[in-house]
């Protein structure tokens, strides 16, 4: 991955590369790379890329898993159900009539929604070195390390 000087920070003669959260997570939320900002996340729909065509860092072992869908879930429901009542008290609908608005409102918001909040996950998990991407392949923090018997 290629970085440039106001991407890496000096510390003790180490380098250390700055990941800002908001930036990953905005960059992630557009579709594009959390690391270089100019290649793309994801080849289909909520399927990431294995890695970035620009930069080169991987994708593939991210772990956005259920979360993308619990917050758009989060989001549009709370829009929907704030939308459903403030339409109940401002006009006389029959429940066919809601039913008719609210649903393809509740279907296509949450359609539109999933690939940027995936993309943001991605990128809060890439800004915040996790799984994997620190450089060091995740473990369960149960396992203990193995002990030398002879010791």
Known sequence: MKATATDMLQLGGAQKEERPVGRSIKRGFLGSCPACGSGRLFRSFIKSVDACSACGERMDHHRADDFP?????????????????????????????????????????????????????????????????????DRPEDVLPKRDPSA
Do not use: N, R
């Open 69 to 137: 869908p619990y917050i758009v879930v989060t989001i549009v429901g709370h829009l929907v159900l704030g939308g459903y009542m403030m339409t109940d008290l401002v006009l006389p609908l029959s429940t066919w009539q809601h039913l008719a608005i609210w649903a393809p409102v509740t279907l296509a918001s949450s359609i539109g929604l999933l690939q940027p909040v995936k993309g943001a996950v991605i990128g809060l998990q890439w800004a915040l070195k996790m799984h994997g991407f620190g450089g060091e392949e």
